[in-house]
């Protein structure tokens, strides 16, 4: 799956809270990519199925499904295991982060993220997936 010419990326962003759904959804439109939403991670991981995006930016601390256990699913689906997921949460990175990595996410961000962190580690991602 590598990009096409000229498509921008389209990204997942699954995240429960409206606000911050909101402004990363700002920030990654501003960088030119398409961004699809989900609320929860039921809704993520039919999301992944049915879009097929390129990256995905999970929040941990879902209702139903967290994170962990959405990035465990995505990576046991053959359509959807090389899809990298970025953690993108509050939860402490000394508690969650080997998780979140055992779990197969490729990056892990804590909440508040500066805009600029953000930007490089989506840059990174998607580099490090369209070389491979």
Known sequence: RHLEANMPAKI???EDHE???????????????????????QEGLEKALTEDPY???MDLGLPGIDG???AIRL??????ADIPVI??????P?????KAERAGMVAYLTKPTPPHLFKEVIQRVLQSKSSN
């Not at 030119?32 to 989900?38: H, N």
């Not at 953690?87 to 402490?92: G, I, K, N, Q, V």
């Not at 000394?94 to 080997?98: A, G, L, V």
């Open 12 to 14: 997942l962003i699954v």
């Open 19 to 41: 606000d911050s759904r909101d402004i990363l959804k700002l920030q990654l439109q501003a960088q030119g990519y398409e961004v699809i939403e989900a609320e929860n991670g």
């Open 94 to 98: 000394e508690d969650y982060k080997e």
């Open 87 to 92: 953690a993108h949460t509050a939860w402490s």
């Open 68 to 70: 962990i256990e959405a």
């Open 75 to 80: 990576k046991k689906n053959p359509k959807t």
């Open 55 to 57: 990256l995905i930016v």
